[in-house]
């Protein structure tokens, strides 16, 4: 699933459109046989075992179509899907992200699969309420059908919450507000331990010298804040757009927005969350499993490499977000489809790859893996079950879908030039160079990207 969302690697992304319209593929179809090899890309390892089952299973149903499956990391995999691009190489199938799709459909480097779904009767109703629209295009196209789905929780270390004599209950009922961080910050406070054992909330604690963070901070969240901040944002009455999808004005010159973000980077003064700079070149999970930070912000997507690094130190646990000004918590919501690269030779093998992906047979296949919430509702209750079995309790996940409290994945266009402007203006804030209010002067330059 989604993880953060930089931008695009700087290559030459004005020859996209031409390097679509090549015809060049890396899947390759033999003259005999009417044989393909269909390329699939995904960034997730710990999904890929799901998908080489479903590969598997495919490929037995389809003997003349070879699925070769490719895992790359997040960074890795963008830098090398846009050089594909640009060479004429890429994947015949691969992963995509609501925060890059529209930039593929304005390149018109991948499919429409609208005629597909229609010849083949697919049913787009049989996934989560909302999940499929997000995949229609500004053009009225589609460009995928819904795998999966991610929403954002606490994830702590029941250890540290137990020796502070917090409850379960406690984290479950927590709330923030900007003025004084509700009983939210209260129990980061409690949590953030000095080199002395002094808590945060006691006379005498050293914010200089802190052993364990109360909440540890990833990154600053760049302009989308999917697992950093966006919850603070949207619970204070904030929305990222004039409209979701496909708006063309930002908000980031909201005074809710500058509100929550003030109130976040106040946690980095106070010393309950480290300073960004501590944070580089670290992993957040690898801090909550070390105990350099007692809780922290993250996606579903993560619940496997967390739950699978307990140890005699580290008990990882599961609370929901913490309630906002408006009187409820909300979370963002997000799904990945896999996209056909409009260069493939082998198109109709490409869609039955698609297909399939989408369908409750493989669906149901990554919910027994339980790593991820899939697409369609009957699937997410195997994984329910799945992650039961494996002692997780998901709920802290499922909670906002059930009570109809998500908000969108913001997509709009320009979302790589986006996170040229938003990345620097929030590293310079939650990095204490700059004040809230200079992300003012970052919307300017966003809302200037739409005229």
């Avoid at 009455?237 to 929550?260: C, I, R």
């Avoid at 957040?284 to 490499?305: C, R």
């Avoid at 690269?341 to 039955?352: F, S, V």
Wanted: proline share 5%; glycine share 10%; net charge negative.
């Amino acid at each position: 699933m989604i993880k953060k969302v930089p931008a695009v690697a700087g290559v030459a992304l004005l020859s996209l459109t031409l390097a679509a319209c090549g015809g060049g593929t890396s899947g390759d179809t033999a003259s005999a046989g009417g044989k393909a090899t269909i390329s699939y890309w995904l960034w997730d390892a710990n999904q890929q075992p799901a998908y080489q089952q479903c590969a598997a299973d495919f490929q037995k149903a389809n003997p003349n179509i070879s699925i070769k499956i490719t895992q790359l990391g997040w960074d890795d995999y963008w830098t090398k899907l846009t050089t594909g691009f640009v060479s004429g190489s890429a994947p015949d199938v691969f992963t995509d992200h609501l925060a890059k799709y529209p930039e593929f459909v304005t390149k018109r480097t991948i499919l429409p699969i609208d005629d597909f779904v229609k010849n083949d009767k697919v049913d787009t109703g049989i996934y989560a309420e909302g999940l499929a629209d997000l995949w229609v295009g500004a053009d009225g196209k589609r460009y995928g059908l819904p795998k999966d789905w991610d929403t954002i929780a606490v994830f702590y270390n029941k250890k540290l919450t137990e020796k502070a004599g917090i409850t379960d209950a406690q984290l479950k009922e927590m709330a923030w507000n900007p003025a004084d961080g509700g009983t939210y910050e209260k129990i980061i406070a409690k949590l953030t331990v000095d080199k002395n054992g002094k808590r945060g909330d006691e006379p005498g604690f050293d914010k200089s010298k802190v052993e364990t963070y109360g909440l540890w901070l990833e990154s600053s969240g760049n302009g989308v804040g999917q697992t950093q901040w966006s919850m603070y944002a949207v619970s204070n009455g904030w929305k990222f757009t004039d409209k979701n999808p496909w708006g063309s004005h930002y908000n980031y010159d909201d005074p809710k927005f500058q509100e929550a973000i003030t109130w976040w980077k106040s946690l980095i003064d106070k010393g309950y969350m480290p300073p960004l700079k501590a944070t580089e070149g670290v992993a957040w999970n690898d801090m909550l499993s070390a105990g350099k930070g007692a809780m922290a912000t993250n996606g579903s997507w993560m619940i496997g490499s967390v739950f699978g690094s307990k140890s005699d130190k580290f008990e990882p646990a599961l609370a929901p977000l913490p309630a906002g000004p408006t009187g409820t918590r909300t979370s963002m919501f997000n799904g990945l489809a896999d996209s056909i690269y409009a260069g493939t030779k082998n198109k109709d093998a490409a869609w039955a790859w698609v297909k399939y992906l989408a369908s409750p047979a493989c669906q149901n296949v990554v919910g027994e893996h339980a790593v991820v919430f899939p697409a369609i509702p009957a699937a997410v209750e195997v994984a329910q079950k799945k992650f039961g079995e494996k002692g997780v309790d998901a709920e802290a996940f499922t909670v906002n879908v059930t009570d109809k409290t998500t908000f969108l994945f913001p997509i709009t266009d320009h979302a790589a030039q986006i996170e040229s402007v938003m990345k620097p203006a929030m590293d310079a804030v939650i990095g204490g160079t700059a004040p809230a209010s200079s992300l003012s002067k970052a919307n300017e330059q966003v809302n200037a990207l739409f005229q």
